[in-house]
């Protein structure tokens, strides 16, 4: 693979990464306010963006992931303090809050994708005759 087109990708793994962590963070940080929790955040991300070099790929990569953390709290920040008029501009996108965020510390949610690998299998039923499932297909 091309040295540049590996890059490439790196870095936008990072800054893909880095937002969808950024919008976990922002709610699972325990204290404040909603705009609090941004700022506290964002102050993170900028911290990490420019205490990081370049220099190393991990680094680099570090910092894309600061780079993508900052700009979800940016928007964050900016659609909180245009409050409905972001709506109509279209910077408010889904605002998470707790039940939203249930794949990150919440392993007791019923529904989890992969449930199935601890053995706890649901068995479909039907109270049809197994001649007759199907049979509006024929």
Do not use: H, W
């Amino acid at each position: 693979m091309n040295k540049d087109v590996q890059k490439t990708l790196v870095t936008s793994v990072g800054v893909t990464g880095g937002t969808m962590i950024g919008k976990i963070a922002s709610v699972k940080i325990p204290f404040g306010s909603k705009m609090v929790k941004r700022g506290a955040v964002l102050a993170t991300a900028l911290a990490g963006i420019y205490f990081l070099d370049r220099k190393t790929d991990t680094k680099a990569f570090g910092q894309d992931v600061c780079v993508g953390v900052a700009v979800s709290q940016i928007t964050g920040l900016t659609a909180d303090l245009l409050g409905d008029k972001a709506k109509s501009l279209g910077l408010a996108g889904v605002d998470y809050d707790e039940n939203d965020i249930i794949f990150l510390g919440n392993p007791t949610y019923e529904d989890d994708f992969l449930s199935g690998l601890d053995g706890n299998y649901e068995v479909e039923t039907y109270d049809a005759e197994p001649a007759q499932v199907g049979a509006e297909l024929i």
